[in-house]
């Protein structure tokens, strides 16, 4: 029964950081290339980053390269998510998900999902 859980979303000002936590719990971690995806009211779901079962591979949205960095450590069955310079615009739940490679993150056919954390960036 493998369960992925977010935390450190909140409210932050235009410019500022945040970073997300994935814990995952009741599977191999290693096994699964890991992903975040972002959704926010009344749009559609979208793909924000992903990392390959080894963190060898890194894949962005364009519009957060630059800004948002991916990383896991695979000791602590654990992804992150620094977000710095943060937009109004990257307002939304962000949920992270597992897959068995990069690309099927890329293509949104994660298997396994979290359940968000909302991310609030005031102007």
């Known amino acids: 029964q493998v369960q992925l859980v977010e935390s450190g979303g909140g409210l932050v000002q235009a410019g500022g950081s945040l970073r997300l936590s994935c814990a995952a719990s009741g599977g191999t971690f290693s096994s699964y290339a890991m992903g975040w995806f972002r959704q926010a009211r009344g749009k559609e779901r979208e793909f924000v980053t992903a990392?390959?079962?080894?963190?060898?591979?890194?894949s962005y949205l364009a519009s957060v390269k630059g800004r948002f960095t991916i990383s896991r450590d695979n000791a602590k069955n654990t992804v992150y998510l620094q977000m710095n310079s943060l937009k109004p615009e990257d307002t939304a739940v962000y949920s992270c998900?597992?897959?068995?490679?990069?690309?099927?993150?890329?293509?949104?056919?994660?298997?396994?999902w979290g359940q968000g954390t909302q991310v609030t960036v005031s102007s």
């Open positions: 990392i390959s079962r080894s963190g060898g591979s890194v």
């Open positions: 998900a597992a897959g068995g490679t990069l690309h099927q993150m890329v293509v949104a056919a994660a298997e396994i």
